[in-house]
């Protein structure tokens, strides 16, 4: 990409193109032109996006994600789902299981282990890419933006169902003070590491990934498991760069945004050894998923295709949109806590 200063018709927003960064910057009306900085994402190397917009990265992200919806589900469909994967070698080791909706924050938890583990070895093999590319590790969050954040503003509601998650809301501003509260020693101690992985990503974890999707500018039409049972057919074009929609984990990790997050997520893996003193984790949730998956048929997949053949951009009313969101078993939902689990972490929290 070429480094430069690229401005609009109007002057007031000017796109910052550096090596690593695009930032677009809005001039202010004050006489002194004062710039703001609204935006600064780290431009990643082609070869990073070669990597996370593979089929095999995004269908193991996919189905690591889609078998535990499955295995913590009660549709009636999920068996059915888990047996699919099964069969290729995808099943949760013995012993993972879902903990249910309020698991103590002792309990020994390999569930929440697998997700801090599987996130984290994801990380390495990306950061292990950038380093033979001599490029500086993937950056992340060591805070969560603001809503008044300028480098990372949050893009706007496309859908009811995140309004709460993108507002000025409760749930937002449960983010925030939990968030806060739990990177403090005291309460890192209170938790066992699975129990950690549980809590963030049923709540943190999700209320991120909804507040800074934007909307999706492709709708893949196919569920994972009905292509590998050869009842749908399955969409190349849904392997494009394009796809990058946070809220889905076959293209999440596409999305840059989704380093900056898991990046904090990360961290806290750190921060609670260090408040438990210890060196080295034992870890006791450690579940990678199967074998690489081979969808029949597609043996020869296209190497990233070129926008303009592949991009399906699709409006957002387009029902399409709605039945994915309404059938998937992998979207990330958005959750709003009960109550009673707020009064519960409050508590434990010291908040
Ligand atoms: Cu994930």
């Known amino acids: 990409m070429h480094s430069g200063v690229f401005s609009g018709g109007n002057d007031s927003l000017v796109l910052v193109i550096s090596a690593k960064h695009v930032r677009i910057e809005h001039l202010g009306d004050s006489k002194f032109k004062k710039v703001k900085s609204i935006m600064t994402i780290r431009q990643y190397p082609t070869e990073l996006f070669q990597m996370t917009a593979s089929r095999k990265m995004r269908l193991r992200h996919a189905a690591w994600h889609a078998v535990r919806a499955a295995s913590s589900s009660t549709r009636p469909e999920a068996p059915n789902i888990m047996r699919t994967y099964k069969e290729i070698g995808w099943e949760l080791p013995a012993g993972s299981s879902y903990p249910g909706a309020n698991p103590p924050l002792e309990r020994q938890d390999p569930w929440g282990e697998d997700f801090l583990y599987m996130h984290r070895k994801m990380m390495g093999n990306v950061n292990n890419l950038l380093a033979t590319l001599g490029e500086s590790e993937l950056e992340r969050w060591l805070k969560i933006p603001r809503a008044d954040d300028p480098e990372f503003p949050v893009p706007p509601s ?194």
């Open 158 to 351: 496309f859908h009811p169902d995140l309004n709460e998650a993108k507002n000025d809301s409760e749930t937002s501003r449960l983010m925030f003070e939990w968030s806060e509260a739990l990177i403090l020693p005291a309460n890192l101690r209170r938790f066992s590491l699975g129990a950690l992985g549980t809590f963030v990503e049923e709540t943190i974890h999700n209320w991120m990934h909804a507040r800074w999707s934007e909307a999706p500018k492709y709708v893949r039409s196919f569920e994972l498991s009905q292509v590998l049972d050869g009842v749908q057919a399955y969409e190349p074009a849904a392997e494009d760069l394009e796809n990058d929609y946070l809220g889905d984990p076959y293209s999440s990790h596409v999305n840059p945004i989704f380093w900056y997050l898991h990046g904090w997520i990360d961290n806290l893996i750190d921060l609670w050894a260090e408040a438990n003193g210890i060196e080295e984790i034992q870890w006791i949730g450690t579940w990678m998923g199967g074998p690489d998956i081979e969808i029949p048929g597609q043996s020869f997949p296209p190497l990233l295709p070129s926008a303009e053949i592949f991009a399906m951009p699709q409006s957002l009313n387009h029902p399409k949109f709605e039945s994915f969101l309404r059938n998937s078993n992998n979207f990330i939902r958005f959750q709003a806590p009960t109550k009673k689990r707020m009064k519960e972490v409050e508590k434990l929290l010291s908040l």
